[in-house]
């Protein structure tokens, strides 16, 4: 809740030594007022609140990112995912460490699943940023960086909630040497299944949740460092029709998913003669899921290979990058294997950053994927950062990018692939994206303002084929969706009180039936505020969070969303050096779309859906408390 919407942006140049943030998702590991694309950075103060607030996933931390949105595409399955910008989740890249651990393309990235126990920052880069990560970043990059051994932790936190949910998990943290440290996080998360409007069908479905996530790092002080990580998720939960409800067709209608996810990575640098940096990753992340829908059942893999190897350097006024990867994204379903595929794309890229005078510097970037089933693409970025003197700051960036055809989109996660016809002759989607931003500084206030646009060529949709057997169809869009916007952040930072100031204008417009039509979930405005400040041994909060009108797709009850309002507060207090408590009280003002209608339709849809999109809170209000204890 608190905090998350003012996610610090790269325009804020550090006060003190203590104050300067370092990012690594573009590759050169420099400091974030000094990067021409622009990196905005949800530092660890930020994500330490969360914790107290959502302690199972990071949904929250993302959400209330300014520009970001997390939506549900099947709240039974837990499917969300992020859309940044407006644009469709599934061209959000998410990275741990610069990793794809949660998969290239997938389908839903399971942030339901992500603990944020374990995160130091998060690094978000808005806009297509296929030059930098290629195939599954035409919308941008979230990439959670994980906390570092740098004093020896133990700790338990405890949470529940007024749902009948629960949290246990514990963090721990030791450096072994001067060279050599671990990491690990263990959890255990617990849900009951709700259903708040008595109407037979799941709001909140049931899970159980375990997750395990040792780390091992190492460095050697003169450049050279490793970090070794793997994990461990086992996932069951229950929702659809609840023991004894039926949907109006007076049947059952369970909707139910089991997920088994491992994966292990390593990152590797070194440094080499005259100052040249050799950086190497890999990952390996393999995904088991079991779906039930009614009375079908789908059982796949989801399985992703990916390596990187690279050289930096500087040279004057010049920092350059170059390297080779590749990635392989498997996809193998035991029920419905006619979407079968077997993704191979090997990869060159570099980036060049141009300090051409102490007012302006320039990073151009470019990548070539030769994709084994869909060609040769290449993916350009520029970004320009002007510092024209006092407490002003600009930066302008354009890039060009695309994403490989897929079976799984937001319409076939809740609905599984046996109503949908095999993928024919689709084209690779294509997105262009353009942004400009300004910021000005004087503390302790600063206040950032972006301006975007982006356009996605022959991006796919669903389409109805009247077949009975399969009635929906994956196409190409007969035309582009666009999508423009404006960003407005304002954070006051003085002493022991923060207040952040935010606001986003969206609007996008897709191809239909002819002519065009308005995006559906994409709230056309959104605001927030928040409040935060110490006294002594206590933290206190609030947060006001306003969602405006939404298009809406194929729902009986209404075209579109209807505006609303929430607002919660947080208490955390020390008790000891060792203990904390804390309260946290979520949507006090109880939104709840199913508070004026009903969650399930009348009838199933083509595709047989019983369920419309969640465009507002399914939980209402909601009450957590908790302790965190060191030992």
Known sequence: MLQGSGAQDTEKPPVTIEESVTVTATRTDRRIEDEPVRVEVVPSEEVQEKIMMTPGDVSMLLNETNGLRVQTTSPSLGGA???????????????????????????????????PMDLGQVEIIKGVASALYGVSAIGGVVNLVSRRPSADVREVLLNQTSHRGTDAVLWMAQPLNER??????????????????????????MYRRLVL??????????????????GVTREGRRGGTVPGGATPDGSAFPENLDTTRMDGGLVARRLLPRGV????????TDVRHDHTFGGRGERDRHHTVFAEASLTATAGAQTWVGGVAWQRDTYASRDVPAFDYRYSVPALFGQDDITLNRHITVSASARLDAHNRYGTFVSPRISTLIKPGGPWTMRVSAGRGYFAPSPFTEDTEATGLRPVQALGDVSAERADSVSADVTWT????????????????NALMAAD???????????????????????????????????????????????????????????????????????????????????????????????????????????????????????????????????????????????????????????????????????
Do not use: C
């Not at 690990?184 to 709700?194: A, D, E, I, N």
């Not at 996530?213 to 793997?230: I, K």
């Not at 196409?475 to 999508?483: D, Q, S």
């Open 442 to 457: 004087r503390r302790p206030l600063e206040v950032t303002a972006t301006a975007f646009f982006s356009r996605v060529r």
């Open 81 to 115: 995912n992020v859309r940044i910008q407006g644009l469709r989740g599934r061209y959000t890249q998410i990275l741990a460490d610069g990793l794809p651990l949660y998969g290239g393309q997938a389908g839903s990235i399971g942030i339901l699943q992500i603990p």
């Open 213 to 230: 996530r040792p780390r091992l790092f190492w460095q050697n002080g003169t450049g050279a460092s490793l970090l070794m990580l793997g």
């Open 180 to 205: 050599w440290g671990y990491t690990f996080l263990g959890g255990g998360h617990w849900q009951q299944r709700s259903d708040l409007d008595t109407d037979g069908w799941t709001d909140l479905p």
């Open 277 to 284: 940096l050799l950086a190497a990753r890999g990952s390996v």
């Open 465 to 631: 084929t009247g077949s009975r057997d399969t009635p929906v169809a994956i196409v190409n869009a007969a035309g582009p969706i666009t999508t423009r916007g404006t960003e407005f952040i304002a954070r006051f930072h003085r002493d022991d009180v923060d207040v952040i100031l935010t606001h986003m204008f969206l609007w996008g417009t897709e191809p239909w039936e002819g002519g065009r039509r308005e995006v559906a979930l994409n709230p056309r405005h959104s605001a927030a505020l928040d409040i935060l400040w110490e006294a002594g041994p206590a933290r206190t909060g609030v947060e006001l969070f306003y969602t405006g009108t939404q298009a809406l797709d194929d729902n009986p009850y209404r075209v579109r969303g209807a505006p609303y309002l929430m607002w919660g507060a947080l208490l955390d207090f020390e008790v000891s050096p060792r203990m904390r408590v804390f309260v946290n009280a979520e949507n006090l003002s109880d939104v709840r779309q199913t508070h004026d209608e009903r969650l399930i339709r009348p009838v199933p849809d083509a595709a047989g859906r019983w369920t419309v999109d969640a465009w507002a809170p399914l939980e209402g209000r909601t009450v957590n408390a908790g302790l965190r204890v060191k030992f």
